[in-house]
């Protein structure tokens, strides 16, 4: 029977269930082996009729890699099968889900995670590389993790892969434009480095949220890539910009952002001069961040003490309802831990716990005066705990500038 709109198709020992993820050629489905341990799997099926030539090439290049190869931090192929509608790769189930889904719920990556993910794909790279081989496709669709808690990495889809040794050169385009080697988009005449290159565009993304050239056509990203612009400008530009408007919270949390980005440059840039107008930056940024924290500081305060008359309201409201009762009582404590000061991880925590509760309740609330209450409630703590979240981050990036700008003279002038 062939698969119907979005049933997975049927394959003699394995129960097909959940999809996982769709690529260029390839649907890629949960699975379990029809056997007494009922083995997680995953299993990639890709339909014979979406294949001409070169994607047959492809696949059999893929499955001849996969089969040769172990490694940690590579996808295993266990098996692979056929019939007259499809081929199936039959994969090490990661449930981890991909990088890509990964960074984008996180937003961005801490550096002590990136660093190890780095490593890992370092590991599986020097790997392929010691066998002559290429990936060609390396994004973070493509690279695995192998559970959601203290994952691995493992690199996947080989569907680009060519064996290739390092003085190699193709002329063939592969791979996807944003994460390609600058070579391979504009002379489509490349070796066994492009690698290299994707691995810098995933590190960024990973710290950064989002790949360093994102284009919308070739010709951008052509541009972007040539162009000597520093990449991070924009985040200033756009600070700039919301302190012009008097967005003092926005323009706040943009510098801070900007000073992440230029703190590290700080201590990385051996240029004597560029490193000179780095620390004249970082500098600038930190006095107006702090201006502009005071002024954020004083009108956030008088603002939250205008929620005051209805947060007492909601409690005589919410009397004869003891959940709530406990909820709103949290989320006193949380607001008297956050003017006391002490410690922000506690107070994020215990705003944290209450919103959770109070939204459950709110969901359950009928219309009326008292929904209404809650839900204004709700959106002012949403607010303060943004707001700790934002001074918490702020102050690590600020803290990090004063000690960059500590540094000793000596390693501005440590070459040339
Ligand atoms: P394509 O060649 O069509 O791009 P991929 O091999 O990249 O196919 O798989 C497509 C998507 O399916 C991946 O981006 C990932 O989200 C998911 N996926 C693939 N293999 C696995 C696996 N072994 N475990 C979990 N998810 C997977
Ligand atoms: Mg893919």
Known sequence: MAAAGWAPPRLPGFILTERLGTGTYATVYKAYRKTD???????????????????????????????????????????????????????????????????????????????????????????????????????PQNILLSTPENPQLKLADFGFAQYMSPWDEKHVLRGSPLYMAPEMVCCQQYDARVDLWSVGVILYEALFGRPPFASRSFAELEEKIRSDRAIETDLVVEAVKKDQEGDASAALSLYCKALEYFVPALYYESDARRKEAIRAKVGQYISRAEELKALVTSSSKSLLQQGNPARELLREMAKDKPRLCAALDVASAAIAKEEEGKDDNDTLKLYQHSLGELLLLLAAEPAGRRRELLHAEIQALMARAEYLKDQMKMREAQSMGKEALAEPVRSTCTLQ
Request: with cysteine.
């Open 37 to 139: 341990t009922r083995e997680v799997v995953a299993i990639k099926c890709v339909s014979k009729r979406s294949l001409n030539r070169a994607s047959v090439e492809n696949l059999l290049t893929e499955i001849e890699i996969l089969k040769t190869i172990r490694h940690p931090h590579i996808v295993e192929l266990k098996d692979f099968q056929w019939d007259s509608d499809h081929i199936y790769l039959i994969m090490e189930f990661c449930a981890g889900g991909d990088l890509s889904r990964f960074i984008r719920m996180r937003r961005i990556l801490p550096e002590k995670v990136a660093r190890i993910f780095l490593q890992q794909l370092a590991c599986a790279l020097k790997f392929l590389h010691d066998h002559n081989i290429s990936h060609l496709d390396l994004k």
